[in-house]
């Protein structure tokens, strides 16, 4: 129950652990067709361009920085945790330059500064954005940002690895020109694969570039060789062809129990661990309207040994739960509600282990009253 | 019988089907420890940076060119093959400039040629070369070329994607600099991770670069961080767990035979197919001193029809068998015996069914030989 990975679905690991065949084999080739249709419908697109890059998340956002920037392009980062400062590196080490809205670590992004931005930066290219921070649990206005940026002449560049499969993410609705996301948070897959969508307007883009794109691996032109559309595909690189069956099996689960089931789920669930965390006394950093609903991040009461909790719940629950990044090490733990794991047993084994550790400790919390809560948003 | 993915252990299989745990679990990080030391025996290195990137061969190709490369170097690139196109393709991303010296396809680099290109360049930084080219069976010696380069002041890069585990890879033995290789080869794991090492020479260059690497993802500056020695372990991205587990068993099954009976057995089974398909009157590509026994290029006789044949073995065998790429396609069959896959079963196998196959399109071959010549092969 950390950031992720998430528990990976049992069916998952069965798919993954089958014999692995040639990644030009026709019946590969037919499942590789498969899940850039069941990918569309996680990411609700129609988008041509829509398939995992063979590499975990980090590959996947260095493929649409790499792909839609040249060097001398201006992009405006938002960045609200430590994902957005990613972002920055990703854009300056492609030669562009990054013009940062800063907003604070746990709060959502500030459209009106966004919108203050692209009407001083006329000549930037890409705004890009997180819409799920990882580092803090907080969700951005997605649908608001990606519509600025259109209207200001930008392409957009927006950061799903934690909200895809967990709240809605919209490509289409939206408009939003390159996502990218992780198969390890809420499609509770292993971890190594990077989804990607491409708008037909970013794939104009990249097809007339003056420049080669930096990264051959990582080359959309090329990738699509082997990825894209028609009967022949060409050898690129080897697909990683075992994670490719898990991801497969992941989307199908996904289709079975319908998307928008499933972002209610992460809904209910969420809503009794916060009735549990706040009977408890605990707060949630994010403010309510700006929560996700499968990242929670608990600040830790004062005078709790963060180290040593997680330790404990490690040792005796086997429960992993997410310590905080960059600015907020040592200040918060991230709780993780995702896909598979998003489930009522875990939301109690999550209360009734924290509250035995930390009464154990004697930390300031109200004892013994965190599961009851819970049972009760349950019946609500 | 491609030229990778080849089999996969089922014993991998399973590993790679365990439950996913945390990339920071102490138990995790504790086989990530375990994983570099394996990696070392497969490489015959003390290096300290031996480690697998999270993403397939081509990945880790790319990783040894960002990090060893700044704009403005030079480097000499041999090319017998498709893969040394590809090294060409990266160095120019780098905006460094690359020397070819070029050799015939299914031909060993001739060192001599190098040491000319050495000698009339001597500003170049790194020289480049696959030691076992998988495009046509050809194996080059590493170990003079890398002597070559450490007489001429520069550094070695060597592609070792189709050698590691089923002939010698002796980096320490060699000098080399910085090696990459796959698991989908002769390690007979699943495709999508990239062993690769790095002399401390290479760190060194790395560690004192003016320019930062191009690729976020594959800054071995960052991702030391998470693999690198020392009890802490920082995030840099989600290791691909499962995979990572698979990699683990695949070199504990090649420490469990031990390295040279790995390399015998690969000789054992590529001189008994090699019998069979001489006395079918089939002649290989490459000449006997310089040909890799897992990968066998076999010429496809006159007024064959390559794909026709391909697909029959697939079909009627469930066998598949590697076509030509680039120059060589649609003239040569590329029949890989790798790792688990090097087995008396597939030699006997893939002798009967192409036997079978041609026999029944007619082509000019000896039909009903190839077996036997297989089987006195394993006598001698």
């Not at 392409?155 to 934690?162: E, G």
């Amino acid at each position: 129950m950390g950031p992720g990975p998430s528990d990976v679905n049992p069916r998952i690991l069965e798919a993954l652990g089958r014999p692995t065949i040639g990644h030009l084999d026709p019946q590969f080739v037919a499942m590789m067709d498969e899940l850039k249709e069941l990918l569309r419908y996680a990411f609700q697109t129609r988008n041509e361009l829509t398939m995992p890059v063979s590499a975990p998340g980090s590959a996947g956002m260095e493929s649409c920085f790499v792909n839609l920037l040249e060097p001398g392009d201006s992009v405006i980062v938002c960045q609200n945790g430590v994902f957005g400062g990613r972002m920055k590196e990703n854009v300056e080490r492609c030669g562009a330059t990054a013009i940062m809205v800063e907003d604070d670590w746990g709060r959502a992004i500030d459209a009106n500064k966004v919108e203050d931005a692209l009407k001083s930066n006329p000549q930037a290219k890409v705004l890009a954005f997180v819409h799920a921070e990882t580092s803090t649990g907080a969700q951005s206005d997605a649908k608001t940002l990606c519509a600025l940026a259109s209207r200001y002449d930008c392409l957009s560049i927006v950061d799903c690895v934690t909200s895809l499969g967990g709240t809605p993410v919209l490509v289409d609705d939206w408009g939003a020109d390159a996502v990218y996301s992780g198969t390890q948070k809420c499609l509770s897959c292993v971890p190594g694969l990077s989804p990607v969508t491409f708008s037909e307007r970013a794939m104009e883009v990249i097809q007339s570039r003056d420049s080669t794109v930096q990264s051959w691996f990582l080359d959309l032109n090329l990738v699509l060789g082997y990825w894209g559309g028609g009967g022949k595909r060409a050898y690129h690189h080897t697909a990683p062809i075992n994670s490719l069956y898990a991801l497969h099996e992941a989307l199908v689960i996904l289709q079975e129990e319908g998307i928008e089931n499933a972002w209610q789920r992460h809904r209910d669930h969420h809503r009794a661990l916060r009735a549990g965390f706040e009977a408890m006394g605990l707060t949630l950093v994010v403010p309510e309207a700006e929560r996700l609903p499968q990242l929670n991040a608990v600040s830790i009461p004062d005078g709790v040994d963060d180290a040593a909790v997680r330790g404990r719940l490690l040792a005796d629950y086997h429960l992993e739960i997410g310590a905080g990044l960059g600015a907020m090490a040592g200040k918060i733990w991230r709780i993780g509600l995702m896909g598979h794991a998003c489930s009522k047993r875990n939301v109690l084994l999550c209360l009734g282990a924290v509250d035995a550790v930390l009464g154990s400790m004697n930390a300031a919390i109200e004892t013994g009253v965190a599961v009851t809560a819970a049972l009760d948003s349950y019946r609500d």
